[in-house]
């Protein structure tokens, strides 16, 4: 599968650092929602969906977890631990979030506003959806 990964520039100095992101210049939509999940308790497993039109950046600011990518033919699983890099989740891709370290806090970047009817939360009809 072919994976989009984005490497940010930080603006690092004696203070630390200090990473800027704008929609269009740095990933490629507009940010419309802004979202982040932390605190996740041991052993949960999360996501189980995809969407119809939503496009996101996830990264990972403050420790780690895992995110399975299904395409629908292919999965692969990818480890953000960088808070440097951002994951692109394109539509039509089913998602699960998982192994969360107990600092962990994942910013996501989404191209549109939350509306529930954008998602898919059956995997076989992600399937059908996919496959026709
Ligand atoms: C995704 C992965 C990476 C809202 O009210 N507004 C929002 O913008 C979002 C994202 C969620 N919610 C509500 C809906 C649920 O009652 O927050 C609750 C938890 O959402 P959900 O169970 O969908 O969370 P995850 O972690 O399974 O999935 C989320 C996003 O929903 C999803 O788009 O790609 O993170």
């Known amino acids: 599968m072919n994976i989009l990964k984005f490497d940010f520039s930080s603006h ?6 200090l990473i800027a992101l704008e929609g269009k210049r740095d990933i490629p939509f507009d940010i419309k929602r802004v979202y982040y999940i932390y605190n996740t308790a041991k052993g949960v497993r999360r996501g189980y969906h995809a969407h119809k039109r939503l496009e996101q ?13 299904d395409n629908g033919f292919e999965t692969e ?3 953000l631990d960088d808070p440097t890099v ?3 989740i394109s539509n039509n891709m089913w998602r ?3 192994d969360f370290s107990s600092d962990a806090v994942l910013l996501v970047l989404a191209s549109e506003l939350y509306d529930e ?3 898919i ?6 399937i059908k959806f ?3």
Do not use: A, H, P, T
Request: hydrophobic letters at 30%.
């Open 86 to 88: 951002g994951l692109y």
């Open 117 to 119: 009817k954008d998602y």
């Open 121 to 126: 939360r059956e995997y076989q009809e992600f």
């Open 96 to 98: 699960e979030m998982y």
């Open 77 to 79: 699983e990818v480890l």
């Open 130 to 132: 996919i496959r026709g």
């Open 57 to 69: 950046i996830l990264i990972c600011v403050s420790g780690s977890c895992k995110i399975l990518l």
């Open 12 to 17: 690092g100095d004696d203070r630390g650092q």
